[in-house]
């Protein structure tokens, strides 16, 4: 299994940490969140499952706030039937680092993963 990569991987030297730990459970919550799709989790799982979907992905067992992300992440997702106003604000309210789940036009599913930027 791949991963987008850690903050220390993408975020240049000297990036805040507050920035960096937001690159980093949403880089993790994808993974996580990927292979709890997989076995049919949606994003009423419980704190084992989720558990048990870290494990299962390689990752350690995930914080509250990771976890947090981690069901946003398995919120239904956006398609392109939705209208502005309910993907600008599935978008915005996902920051800093909660993943948005879509359905593109071609049925594939995707996470759109807020990378944080530094100033």
Same mark, same amino acid.
């Given at each position: ?10 975020? +240049? ?5 507050? /920035? ?7 880089? @993790?919550?994808?993974? /996580? ?16 499952? =989720? ?18 992300? =981690?069901?946003?992440? @398995? ?8 209208? +502005? ?5 599935? /978008? ?6 909660? +993943? ?11 996470? @759109?993963?807020?990378? +944080?930027?530094?100033?």
């Amino acid at each position: 299994m791949t991963s987008i990569g850690t903050a220390r991987h993408f975020q +240049p030297k000297g990036t805040p940490g507050d /920035v960096c730990r937001d690159h980093n459970r949403a880089a @993790l919550a994808t993974v /996580v969140a990927a292979e709890a799709r997989r076995r049919g989790y949606g994003p009423e799982l419980s704190d084992e499952q =989720i558990d048990e979907c870290a494990a299962l992905a390689g990752r350690t067992t995930p914080s509250e706030t990771s976890r947090a992300a =981690i069901r946003a992440a @398995l919120r239904p997702p956006l398609t392109a039937d939705d209208a +502005p106003e309910t993907v600008a604000a599935a /978008v915005f309210d996902s920051l800093p680092s909660h +993943p948005v789940r879509v359905i593109g036009r071609d049925g594939r599913e995707f996470f @759109l993963v807020p990378l +944080p930027a530094t100033a």
